[in-house]
């Protein structure tokens, strides 16, 4: 794996965002010192999901996680969490493109419903 997975794996997550809604809205927000760059939020109709990188992982968030079915288990992480989902992706891992894209799809229908 690069030095620089993280990023590829952005780059990836992105393009799959945009291939489930092509309408999609791409920002950058909470910009600090610590994340000059800050943090990609994804948004169709309200927010769909932000994507974070730290040092091991690049966490997938889904503001409404709870509310979408997740046949193929990607959710692995804030399971417990009232609202919000995420699926944290380790150096190696590989995620299942097919499996998200559907994720991201019906976030984007939860939004528009």
Do not use: H
């Amino acid at each position: 794996m690069s030095a620089d997975w993280r990023s590829d794996l952005v780059d990836e997550l992105r393009t799959l965002i945009v291939q489930a809604e092509p309408d999609v809205v791409e920002e950058a927000k909470w910009k600090k010192a610590s994340n000059p760059d800050g943090v990609p939020t994804f948004s169709a109709d309200g927010l769909i999901c932000t994507v974070e990188t730290y040092k091991d992982k690049v966490k997938v968030t889904f503001a409404k996680g709870a509310a979408l079915g997740d046949p193929t288990g990607l959710f692995n992480a804030s399971l417990d969490a009232g609202t919000r989902r995420a699926v944290d992706v380790f150096e190696g891992e590989q995620l299942d493109g097919d499996a998200f894209v559907a994720l991201v799809r019906e976030a984007v229908a939860l939004n528009r419903s």
